[in-house]
């Protein structure tokens, strides 16, 4: 099993609609948790942390469920800017940071 | 001002030869790291320095030697490249572990 899981997808959604990826992990002693976004042959680029109480960046919104060991992402009213891949990043305090092999969405016109 | 800058950004070289890539930050972090992301894009943690030592080094193969000269430069060398070393190279630092990263643009090897 792999120590973080997503569903790669490709989520293919029109634009405005609301698209929603989750992400689960097997280390429960995980102590932070992102997603990041990485466009086609650039770097993978900060998107949000992601707390216990959950957090809002616009149309964005992150959520960690400790007791099930998964986050997730839910993006409102999408944009054809979004189209991207998504990772989530699922770090130790040891300093280990394993990411996800990525969620790919297109938002289509 | 480039937080995370990689050298070069291309790299193209023989099998059997020896090249290095060169990562600086300018951020103040303490921790710096080395990706690969192969051809089907998963990115795998390759080391982890903090303050200049080595923390984390994911059963990367002896070739690859991280050289961190100070908290704000990390160095990959790797020797006598192989084909299955083509790959996207990032570097990316960090305030401390565990918190976010900060990626560079990323260094295209191919080795031919």
């Known amino acids: 099993r792999k120590e973080v899981e997503q569903d790669p997808g490709p989520f293919n959604v029109p634009e405005g609609a609301t698209v929603a990826f989750n992400c689960t992990y097997s280390n429960s002693a995980s102590q932070s948790f992102f997603w990041y976004r990485q466009d086609c042959r650039k770097e993978p680029k900060l998107l949000m942390s992601v707390y216990s109480s959950g957090n809002e960046d616009g149309r964005f919104t992150a959520q960690l469920n400790r007791a099930s060991q998964y986050i997730s992402l839910l993006i409102r009213d999408s944009k054809l800017s979004d189209s991207a891949t998504y990772l989530c990043v699922v770090n130790t305090n040891a300093g280990k940071s394993t990411f996800g092999d990525g969620t790919t969405l297109t938002v289509k016109p | 001002d480039t937080a995370v800058s990689q050298t070069p950004k291309y790299l193209v070289t023989q099998m059997g030869n020896d090249k290095s890539i060169k990562c600086e930050q300018n951020?103040?972090?303490?921790?710096m790291y080395w990706y690969k992301q192969d051809s089907k894009k998963f990115l795998k943690i390759m080391f982890s320095?903090?303050?200049?030592?080595?923390?984390i080094n994911e059963t990367v193969p002896n070739r690859f030697s991280p050289k961190s000269p100070d908290k704000a430069h990390l160095n990959l060398h790797i020797n006598s490249l192989e084909l299955g070393d083509s790959a996207v190279y990032f570097c990316?630092?960090?305030?401390?572990?565990?918190?976010?990263?900060?990626f560079g643009p990323g260094t295209r090897l191919t080795v031919t």
């Open positions: 990316a630092s960090s305030r401390d572990r565990p918190y976010e990263q900060y």
């Open positions: 951020l103040g972090h303490d921790t």
């Open positions: 320095y903090n303050n200049k030592e080595l923390i």
